[in-house]
């Protein structure tokens, strides 16, 4: 199969890609940071894998190839126009070809017992991408999304990782750590209530009798209909 991977970050996907399709397949995977797109080219020299490519590439205004199959992992949730992108994802397909997305339902980011440095965090975050023309809780609209642009036989799941221990605990106060420059950008804290709100965040991370989870993922595929005979 010939396989798109959107936003592929440091490549951890397409590396299982490129595992799945064999040699007789092969990955393009794409992003719009070339420091991660180096990162993966150097894992993949490293790996000698040599059926994936990673492009420089705007899945919305670059002219793409055919594929069998493309995936998007928490790449709808920060455009400003999801739809467009999938349409455009959907002429990116061959007929037949099958398109799976994950994203985001970050009202579903829990922590327990509550903590108020927990709830902040979460309203911070949603807030941000709001004022930035983003959905952090995209997930559960794409199975609609993904009808309207034009897919078939459309079906989802909802996953959920959650933690009494652990290096996922952490992911709230780093999360929180690398979105202050856009919370500061838009008016929303302080610096010193970010701080705190790290600090406090680690805090809770670090406790054993607490509960962290991630946000609720919603993956979701569908179909390109295939070609009229």
């Known amino acids: 199969m010939e396989?798109?991977?959107i936003g592929c970050g440091s490549g951890d996907v397409a590396f299982d890609l490129a595992g799945m399709v064999g040699p007789t397949g092969r990955v393009v995977a794409t992003d719009l940071d070339e420091i991660k797109l180096k990162l993966a080219i150097q894992?993949?020299?490293?790996?000698?894998?040599t059926n994936v490519e990673f492009r420089l590439a705007d899945v919305v205004n670059d002219e793409l190839q055919k594929f069998?199959?493309?995936h998007a992992r928490f790449v709808l949730s920060h455009l400003p126009n999801p739809l467009k992108s999938l349409e455009k994802i959907w002429q990116a397909l061959l007929p037949g070809g099958v398109l799976a997305v994950q994203d985001t339902?970050?009202?579903g980011h829990f922590c327990h017992p509550e903590f108020p440095a927990f709830s902040r965090y979460v309203e911070l975050y949603m807030k941000t991408a709001e004022r930035r023309g983003a959905d952090s809780n995209i997930g559960p609209r794409l199975p609609e999304l993904l009808v309207?642009?034009?897919f078939e036989a459309v079906q989802m799941k909802v996953v959920q990782v959650a933690e009494m221990s652990g290096e996922?605990?952490?992911?709230a106060p780093i999360t929180m750590e690398n979105i202050a420059d856009s919370v500061l950008a838009e008016g929303l804290a302080t610096r010193t209530e970010i701080e705190q709100l790290v600090h406090e965040l680690e805090e809770v991370a670090c406790d054993a009798g607490t509960v962290i989870s991630?946000?609720?993922?919603?993956q979701t595929w569908g179909y390109r209909p295939p070609a009229l005979t």
């Open 3 to 5: 396989c798109l991977e």
């Open 214 to 218: 991630g946000p609720r993922v919603i």
């Open 68 to 70: 069998h199959l493309a």
């Open 168 to 171: 996922s605990k952490l992911m």
């Open 148 to 150: 309207k642009a034009g």
């Open 43 to 49: 894992e993949a020299e490293q790996q000698r894998v």
């Open 105 to 107: 339902d970050f009202r």
